[in-house]
T-cell receptor, first 112, second 119 residues
Framework: GESVGLHLPTLSVQEGDNSIINCAYS??????FIWYKQESGKGPQFIID?????DKRQGQRVTVLLNKTVKHLSLQIAATQPGDSAVYFC???????????FGQGTILTVHP | NAGVTQTPKFRILKIGQSMTLQCAQD?????MYWYRQDPGMGLKLIYY???????DKGEVPNGYNVSRSTTEDFPLRLELAAPSQTSVYFC??????????????????FGAGSRLTVL
């Protein structure tokens, strides 16, 4: 079946740097994408989402870019802080009812 | 509001035992979901419900059952536990799903998870 995958399983950055986490998807019919942050021992927390009719969306210190031509999604975190250390998942919603397909996840480690 | 509450947080089962993972939400969300997360992996959908009395299978339903008698509660039942069911289980809820072309409409709120070990 279709799946969502991540290019890099781990990413280490220094505090203050910008971080970029990538995600590839395989279904060109994908309509809606979400980034979640999961801290150790907690459930996933919504960060930002984007629909297929958009190329870019910005939130507070985060930006999601969608390149439909190459089926690529990225999450950019500006001025990364130690509190940003977590596992980041992209998720894809092909259907209705929130039946999300999650990628494997990228571990982001921010060093002070 | 407490959001999504899951109990228990941790449980160890012997092979063949049964148990129920409880999930409750106080946000008046129509939609509820159960996901499982294996080590180093993303979440996989087990079952979901779009309202009281309505449930449907997700990607990995085998070995589980659900019921939805109220809007607030969505328990997950494990019958005849197997080692392959060792995982972290997450319940989530969301407002009625929207297919509109705007963002932020279909955000799932997750519980803190229930870690289950089957020995």
């Amino acid at each position: 079946g279709e799946s969502v995958g991540l290019h890099l399983p781990t990413l280490s950055v220094q505090e203050g740097d910008n971080s970029i986490i990538n995600c590839a998807y395989s279904n060109s019919a994908s309509d809606y994408f979400i980034w979640y942050k999961q801290e150790s021992g907690k459930g996933p927390q919504f960060i930002i989402d984007i629909r297929s009719n958009m190329d870019k969306r910005q939130g507070q210190r985060v930006t999601v870019l969608l390149n439909k031509t190459v089926k690529h999604l990225s999450l950019q975190i500006a001025a990364t802080q130690p509190g940003d250390s977590a596992v980041y998942f992209c998720a894809e919603d092909l259907t209705s009812y929130g039946k999300l397909t999650f990628g494997q996840g990228t571990i982001l480690t921010v060093h002070p | 509001n407490a959001g999504v509450t899951q109990t228990p947080k941790f449980r160890i089962l012997k092979i063949g035992q049964s148990m129920t993972l409880q999930c409750a939400q106080d946000m008046n969300h129509n939609y509820m979901y159960w996901y499982r997360q294996d080590p180093g992996m993303g979440l996989k959908l087990i079952y979901y419900s779009v309202g009281a009395g309505i449930t449907d299978k997700g990607e990995v339903p085998n070995g589980y059952n659900v019921s939805r008698s109220t809007t607030e509660d969505f328990p997950l039942r494990l019958e005849l536990a197997a080692p392959s069911q060792t995982s972290v289980y997450f319940c989530a809820s969301s407002p009625p799903y929207s297919t509109g072309k705007y963002t932020g409409a279909n955000v799932l709120t997750f519980g803190a998870g229930s870690r289950l070990t089957v020995l």
